[in-house]
């Protein structure tokens, strides 16, 4: 982990730390989990599913209010058919045993990216999701598929500079919680802590506008199929042990 290594000595009490409020996971390394026991990397995603499965429900069950997880970004189109195809017939398969699982769960859903690009089968699927879990009150669960930040900035920019042609707005009234507004994390409050798994030392396009003061926490140690809820625990005590500013003393 890539922490100063003397406070990460620093005790932690796991009854009385200060928990962020929402958690970001950019779910990375399931292709060189697969290819280290010489699998397909479909076979790391597969198991990647299940980590994403224990991780949600553990993460609720701890009181954690907000959960976007990263599943698939607007730059993964660039990948093999062969691996795309796999990754959606997943991503469905979840989605059936989400509807099945929501009513324990108390896990609202929502998805954030374009979905339109995914088949009308996947898509009606993701809407059943969305409309199934909209009254439960638990963690709130954001999937970000066909995600990117800069895809969601340009979204938003173009919903306000209609509205200032429309004359309903002023490019005055043009502030950040407007822009926050149009984001597709509406109404919720910005990732306090990013983990990443898998070693690799940046944001991929993840929450670009809301990820400006989250505390990021880079494991590289681990690949997200490995990934236990004690590796989750780990990010949440080196959460506890960061100093927030937010540009202040
Ligand atoms: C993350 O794992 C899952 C997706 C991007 C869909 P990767 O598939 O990126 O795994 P690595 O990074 O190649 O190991
Ligand atoms: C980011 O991981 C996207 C997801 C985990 C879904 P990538 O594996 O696509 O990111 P890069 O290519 O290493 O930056
Ligand atoms: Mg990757």
Known sequence: MLFNKKKTEEKIDRSTRIL??????????????????????????????????????????????NLTVYAFSTENWKRPKEEIDALMDLFYDYLIEALRDFSE?????????????????????????????????????????????????????????????????????????????????????????????????????FLLWQSAYSEYVFMDEILWPDFSTEDLERALDEYARRNRRFGGV
């Not at 990375?28 to 224990?54: E, M, S, Y």
């Open 105 to 205: 769960e108390n896990i609202r859903t929502i998805f954030i990216g374009d979905v339109t690009a995914f088949s009308p089968k996947l898509q009606q699927l993701i809407h059943e999701t969305e409309a199934i879990s909209s009254d439960k009150t638990g963690m709130r669960l954001n999937i970000a598929m066909n995600y990117g930040g800069r895809d969601e900035i340009v979204r938003a920019m173009r919903e306000i500079s209609a509205e200032v042609a429309e004359g309903k707005l002023q490019p005055e009234d043009i502030d950040p919680a407007l822009i926050s507004d149009h984001m597709y994390t509406f109404g919720q409050p910005d990732p306090d802590l990013i983990i990443r798994p898998s070693g690799e030392y940046r944001t991929s396009n």
């Open 20 to 65: 962020p409020t929402h958690v970001g996971i950019i779910m990375d390394g399931n292709g060189r989990w697969a290819k280290k026991r010489g699998l397909p990397r479909q076979a790391g995603h597969k198991v990647g599913a299940a980590t994403f499965k224990k991780i949600t429900r553990y993460a609720n069950s701890i009181g954690i209010k």
